[in-house]
């Protein structure tokens, strides 16, 4: 995959999509079709996952997009038309691709959560435990400053062991659900295929 260059021709005609979609555009350069679809994977290509360096490519610039403007991925290539059929067949991978994504995404914060609220759980009782060994502890000692450092220590020890649920409802949770909002933006971009310019084709073919 070559990164996007400006062009010396006119673009050809844009196979598929709106052509005329305003918002944020990605140009991706291949050779072929084929080069966006993982090689290892024996699905049909409609049925094929993307390639992880194009998805990660589209990721990273889907994540720096602005927001509320709609997305535009344009696929130009460089040794094969385009035709509406493969168009077609590209932006229907496109959109299953990070839909499912978006799926598998929003599972794993549903997963997330549950764990956060066994832990939550499991957390709480833990420092009421903790509370009470301490108390019944400390009031086996006749000195008052061992006493009060075993409580502390217990209540100390319960504490932490609500630091994870606390990280999970305070800060784990929302760069996933921000993930999955990304992926349905991707799943409802325009994708466009282009046909390598004429001259640029035939410069190829030499």
Do not use: C
């Not at 062009?7 to 966006?36: C, F, K, N, Y």
């Not at 903790?130 to 009031?139: S, Y």
């Amino acid at each position: 995959m070559n990164e996007p260059s400006a062009a010396t021709s006119p673009p050809a005609p844009a196979v598929g999509g709106d052509s005329a979609a305003t918002g944020a555009r990605l140009e991706l350069h291949v050779a072929e079709l084929r080069q966006i679809f993982n090689a290892m994977d024996p699905a049909p290509f409609r049925e094929r996952d993307l390639d992880p360096e194009a998805v990660a490519y589209i990721l990273d610039w889907g994540r720096e997009a602005p927001a509320g403007e709609p997305l535009a991925l344009v696929v130009h290539l460089g040794r094969e038309p385009a035709t509406p059929a493969n168009a077609s067949m590209l932006q229907g991978a496109v959109h299953t691709y990070f839909r499912l994504r978006a799926v598998a995404t929003r599972r794993q914060l549903r997963q997330l959560f549950r764990v956060g609220r066994v832990s939550l759980v499991i957390g709480v009782a833990f420092l009421g435990a903790a509370i009470v060994i301490g108390d019944f502890v400390a009031g086996h000692f006749s000195k008052g400053a061992y006493g009060s450092l075993i409580h502390e220590s217990f209540v100390i020890g319960g504490w932490v062991a609500l630091w994870r649920p606390l990280e999970i409802f305070l800060y784990d949770w929302w760069p996933i659900r921000a993930e999955a909002r990304l992926h349905d933006r991707l799943s409802a971009m325009d994708v466009q295929l282009r046909s390598a310019a004429p001259d640029a084709a035939q410069g190829s073919a030499a």
